[in-house]
T-cell receptor, first 110, second 112 residues
Framework: SQQGEEDPQALSIQEGENATMNCSYK?????LQWYRQNSGRGLVHLIL?????REKHSGRLRVTLDTSKKSSSLLITASRAADTASYFC??????????FGSGTRLLVRP | ETGVTQSPTHLIKTRGQQVTLRCSSQ?????VSWYQQALGQGPQFIFQ???????GRGNFPPRFSGLQFPNYSSELNVNALELDDSALYLC???????????FGSGTQLSVL
């Protein structure tokens, strides 16, 4: 069963706008990770945030983690057409299994 | 490029047959995880191998089995294939069990 659940399932924005995706999970975590997938092929790691961290940045990406609400968000600023992809959050549980959510499909219109 | 290679890239089998998928880990990685991804869904955890031992298993029946070799490459075997086994099978390696995953491009399995 899925651990992380992303919201929204699909998102369509104009190039230059910001995109925000949310992830909720159910149990205690070791860390939470975000991945990107193009065209149903291999996933690419974007960012890892540990349970004792609240915010991390990487280039145009910003991830927040609220362990009290069991939620995380991924913000992509100044989006580009090349950001079009599916984005997945993945929760590493106490047994160190990485469990993925169902993903957000992002479309950035030129 | 992640350095994780999977073979074959595509495979067509018929119901009841057996299949073996292969994965070569990135250099220096001792952990391999396997995932099944149905169309439009997120990857589902099958199992993980750490230093040649199974280190966790998802909700998959025993006909899904695996191996990890001394060079940390890995195989996923599926017996008695069913139509619902049609999916993209993803292999990922990592430095250890707690770090980020590096994925291969996957094997697309079609069961007819």
């Amino acid at each position: 069963s899925q651990q992380g659940e992303e919201d929204p399932q699909a998102l369509s924005i104009q190039e230059g706008e910001n995109a925000t995706m949310n992830c909720s999970y159910k149990t205690s975590i070791n860390n939470l990770q975000w991945y990107r997938q193009n065209s149903g092929r291999g996933l690419v790691h974007l960012i890892l945030i540990r349970s004792n961290e609240r915010e991390k940045h990487s280039g145009r990406l910003r991830v927040t983690l609220d362990t009290s609400k069991k939620s995380s968000s991924l913000l992509i600023t100044a989006s580009r057409a090349a950001d079009t992809a599916s984005y997945f959050c993945a929760v590493m549980d106490s047994s160190y299994k990485l469990i993925f959510g169902s993903g957000t499909r992002l479309l950035v219109r030129p | 490029e992640t350095g994780v290679t999977q073979s074959p890239t595509h495979l067509i089998k018929t119901r009841g047959q057996q299949v073996t998928l292969r994965c070569s880990s990135q250099s220096g990685h001792n952990t391999v995880s396997w995932y099944q991804q149905a169309l439009g869904q997120g990857p589902q955890f099958i199992f993980q191998y750490y230093r040649e031992e199974e280190n966790g298993r998802g909700n998959f029946p025993p006909r899904f089995s695996g191996l990890q070799f001394p060079n940390y490459s890995s195989e996923l075997n599926v017996n008695a294939l069913e139509l619902d086994d049609s999916a993209l099978y993803l292999c990922a390696s990592s430095l250890n069990t707690r770090e980020k995953l590096f994925f291969g491009s996957g094997t697309q399995l079609s069961v007819l």
